[in-house]
């Protein structure tokens, strides 16, 4: 089917059902169905470029009629240009009842490829679940996953020796964001930055707010870091405001007690940031392109990096 | 105009607390890419769309600009279309509309002669033009993707113009990646160094062999130094020999000009195979820093001892191409190549016993052969280890043992193969070789980036550890070269044939006969 050009890599195609991790997604009672496969989609984009087994759990409407866990098996396979780009992917759906956990992790557990990391995707599960009820499954997963967007519950108290292990795609979700402020405050001197700099402010639109506190969190860790920060009397504070604005997403704003001046403001589409700086004697201003990632991308970035 | 004070300095060791959480890849400075040769072919199939697919997965810096110089007149239009062209051609990935569009705006083309002075006064004009349309200061990358003939004109320009200076006291230091060939042997790469360095230093230099860019190539360290189970047996206490193939189906087509100068000596041995060699044979480094890894590279080739070059028993083999078959098609001799000169004495494949003078090695012999019009493409790095003592299993018609064997398979289907020998299902017990095999696309995917994606962006942050160090180059060098003023000593005489689709000629097995060991044939 791919006839090789001479000279070019026209060895026979190989085994195509590649895997390299478990990902377990749980889904909360209350979850809109369009959201629920907007996740599936999601998972099953993911495994396109990261191979590997998905069980997802989905919890039934009926649990007094529920005698056995149901499961149905989704099977996809992917054909690029070339057969290198061929690969399989499969996904488990379990039902499961939410007032008997005691057998979900056991049945669970008998589906994963062994030997292979599991990451485990809570998805409105409430909190008060996971410590009660599945806190089997962080402990056997490399990582667990939440989003800060969707959950009203804060995932980080999860019980845990590694806290690290708890990523919220939220954070993930801002790498773009935190790659374009930090490629142009990088090219400032550190002290210049933080001279006078007496706060500074995020704006955002309310749907935005966990992907801004995500963005100050980064943000006072990369002031943390600053060399001269530990030694400033006053120290910046950051603050979050909602507001509505037709042309902004996410506006970022150092505010200066001196003539210097920070500013990077998200276009409303994402697709571009403006910037404006006049700090250290330098001025300057840009028309940025941002890539927003997109949210397999995203899972891949709370799955495989960050710490 | 940029006040220079308002940059900050960082080396590896220090990054900007601005870019915490964020991997290095992602905190590449503002900068502009100069490629020398944009319209050549290297840059069509493998530079442009490298940076295309950086720009696909945002690690081009927020500020990225790509000036094309050559010799040929080209209008900017022209050369993004032919920068879409390439693109459309050569990526990985299928071409984004909004990616290209952020690309395009910033591709330009500056023509010039690599010996006119003025062509460079030129670019540094304009890249200062840029810098104040931007207000900002860019980091200055150079790429000489040109014939090596040009490279020290190139060089020399850069520091007659200033160029190789340009923002250094506002700690953005221009960098310069240079392509191979690095010289054609000790005295010229020595002077090719001596040149760079008078205009550069050595941290600012990255010596480009793509063959450090591919994910197999940095994943043996990973296997050889990750996984407990290997370094205990990488010695000459369990291993037996080790091969290295670069293997070429390719004839030399319509590059016999060039490559007539050069031979696979200097093409691929002198470079690609001692690369790989150097990381499968170096003691392990006390970190990970770039200097660490180059300095155990260097300290084994320097261990290297030097080769016999006696005519029937020496260390080295070399040969041309003849008339035969590759893939079923008749196809031509190297002497009967377009371009070949009558009389030409160039090898076409070339074969080294190596022996490395360590407490690690001594004793274990390295071979090395690269070859065009083989039969069939493949590089790999096969360790093969000595046999079990003779005391169970040893029935030979019982048992047919074979010696375990690592190899890594460099190109086509990267990967890693382990022979082992395990029991025929049966009531008896016979023995028959298994292979335990990893492969790269079925496990991760197709989603390994080109070696050139990883190189690019690894020049640009500033990470050599994929790059050659100058005393490297050297030192592999001091090897080749007395083999290449040997074989132009004797001309002809000693100069082998073998037929187009083998895997070269008889008088390669000679090198492994002595010590009963035979060159592998590898297979899909």
């Given at each position: ?7 070019s ?50 919890p039934t ?18 054909i ?12 488990l ?11 979900l ?17 809570f ?11 599945h ?52 090219t400032?001197e ?5 001279k ?5 402010k ?16 980064w ?5 943390s ?16 405001e ?11 704003i ?5 003539d ?16 404006r700086?006049?700090v ?21 970035e ?6 | 105009?940029v ?19 964020l991997?290095k890849h992602r905190?590449?400075?503002?900068t502009?890419l100069?490629i020398?040769?944009?319209?050549g ?56 509309k ?16 690599y ?6 006064e ?35 320009n ?15 230091k ?5 392509e ?33 860019g ?50 696979a000596l200097r ?9 790989l060699?150097?990381l499968?044979a ?18 084994v080739?320097?261990?290297i ?26 196809v ?17 494949y ?80 016979r ?19 080109e070696?050139?994606?990883?190189l ?8 050599s ?15 080749i ?20 689709g ?7 097995e000679r ?14």
């Amino acid at each position: 089917m791919w006839k090789g050009e001479e000279g070019s890599d026209s060895s026979a195609p190989a085994q195509f059902r590649a895997s390299q991790l478990n990902l377990i997604i749980q889904i909360g009672l209350k979850t809109p169905i369009a959201e629920a496969e907007a996740v599936f989609a999601t998972a099953i984009q993911f495994t396109q470029k990261h191979p590997g087994r998905i069980i997802i759990l989905c919890p039934t409407q009926n649990p007094e009629q529920l005698e056995t866990l149901n499961g149905k098996l989704f099977s996809q396979c992917y054909i690029g240009e070339s057969q290198r780009e061929m690969c399989c992917c499969e996904a488990l759906i379990l039902e499961y009842s939410p007032d008997d956990p005691r057998s979900l992790f056991n049945q669970v557990s008998i589906w994963l490829e062994s030997d292979l990391p599991v990451y485990h995707w809570f998805h409105r599960i409430p909190l008060k679940y996971v410590k009660n009820r599945h806190l089997n499954f962080v402990k056997n997963s490399k990582r667990v996953l939440f989003d800060s967007q969707i959950e009203t519950d804060d995932y980080s108290e999860i019980p845990t020796p590694d806290p690290w292990r708890i990523r919220d795609l939220a954070d993930a979700r801002m790498l773009p964001v935190k790659q374009s402020i930090g490629q142009i405050l990088s090219t400032f001197e550190e002290q210049a930055i933080i001279k006078g700099l007496t706060g500074i402010k995020l704006l955002c639109e309310a749907e935005d707010q966990a992907n801004a506190v995500q963005l100050s969190k980064w943000l006072h860790v990369c002031l943390s870091a600053t060399e001269g920060y530990s030694q400033m009397e006053l120290k910046p504070g950051i603050e979050i405001e909602s507001r509505t604005d037709p042309q902004k997403g996410i506006e970022v704003i150092f505010e200066y007690s001196n003539d210097q001046e920070f500013s990077w403001a998200m276009s409303k589409n994402g697709n571009y940031a403006y910037t404006r700086a006049i700090v250290g004697g330098c001025s300057n201003r840009h028309c940025i392109t941002l890539r927003k990632n997109d949210p397999e991308t995203v899972l891949a970035e709370a799955i495989f990096f960050g710490r | 105009m940029v006040s220079s004070s308002s940059l900050s300095t960082m080396s590896n060791s220090a990054r900007h607390p601005f870019l915490t959480g964020l991997s290095k890849h992602r905190g590449a400075q503002p900068t502009i890419l100069v490629i020398f040769g944009a319209s050549g072919d290297l840059t069509r199939r493998k530079l442009i769309p490298a940076l295309y697919n950086l720009g696909v997965d945002n690690l081009l810096p927020s500020d990225f600009k790509f000036i094309g110089f050559g010799r040929k007149i080209i209008p900017n239009e022209k050369f993004r279309e032919f920068s879409k062209d390439s693109i459309e051609q050569f990526s990985r990935r299928s071409p984004e509309k909004d990616v290209w569009s952020r690309i395009e705006p910033n591709i330009e083309y500056h023509p010039g002669n690599y010996d006119d002075l003025a062509a460079f006064e030129a670019l540094h004009k304009r890249i200062h033009d840029i810098e104040k349309e931007h207000e900002r200061q860019f980091q200055l990358l150079f790429y000489i993707s040109t014939p090596p003939g040009v490279f020290e004109p190139i060089i020399s320009n850069l520091g007659a113009s200033k160029l190789s200076r340009h923002g250094q006291s506002s700690g953005l230091k221009p960098k310069v990646v240079i392509e191979k060939p690095f010289g054609r042997d000790l005295d010229t790469a020595k002077s090719l160094n001596q040149t760079i360095r008078n205009q550069f230093d050595e941290d600012q230099v990255y010596r480009i062999d793509h063959y450090l860019g591919k994910e197999t190539v940095q994943d043996l360290l990973v296997q050889r130094f990750a996984n407990a189970i290997f370094e205990p047996i990488w010695n000459r206490e369990y291993v037996s020999s080790v091969q290295i193939t670069v293997a070429e189906q390719l004839g030399v087509g319509s590059r016999a000009g060039y490559y007539d100068q050069s031979g696979a000596l200097r093409d691929m041995i002198q470079n690609h195979t001692m690369q790989l060699l150097s990381l499968t044979a170096m003691e392990p480094p006390v970190s990970l820093d770039p200097e660490s890894i180059r300095d155990e590279k260097v300290k084994v080739l320097k261990a290297i001892q030097p080769l016999d070059l006696k005519k029937d028993a020496g260390d080295a083999v070399r040969a041309q191409y003849r008339e035969g078959l590759i893939e079923g098609k008749r196809v031509p001799g190297y002497k009967e190549e377009q371009d070949v000169p009558i009389g030409s004495s160039t090898e076409s494949y070339a074969a080294l016993r190596l022996f490395i003078n360590n407490w690690r090695w001594k004793g274990v012999p390295f071979y090395l052969r690269s070859g065009k019009r083989m039969a069939r493409r493949v590089s790999e790095i096969a360790i093969q280890f000595k046999r079990p003592p003779g005391i169970l299993f040893s029935e030979g018609d019982r048992f047919d043992l074979s010696h375990n064997v690592m190899v890594i398979q460099v190109q086509p289907d990267e990967g890693v193969t382990l022979l082992l020998n395990s029991k025929i299902p049966g009531l008896e017990t016979r023995t028959q070789p298994v292979k335990m095999h990893f492969n790269y696309s079925t496990t991760y995917g197709s989603n390994t980036p080109e070696a050139y994606e990883r190189l690019i962006l690894d020049a640009m942050i500033g990470d050599s550890t994929l790059f050659i160090r100058g005393d490297e180059t050297e030192e592999s060098w001091r090897i080749i070269t007395p083999v290449l003023d040997y074989w132009k000593n004797c001309g002809q005489r000693g100069l082998e044939t073998y037929a187009s689709g083998s895997w070269g000629p008889l008088a390669a097995e000679r090198l492994l006969w002595d010590l009963r060991h035979e060159w592998r044939r590898p297979s899909n």
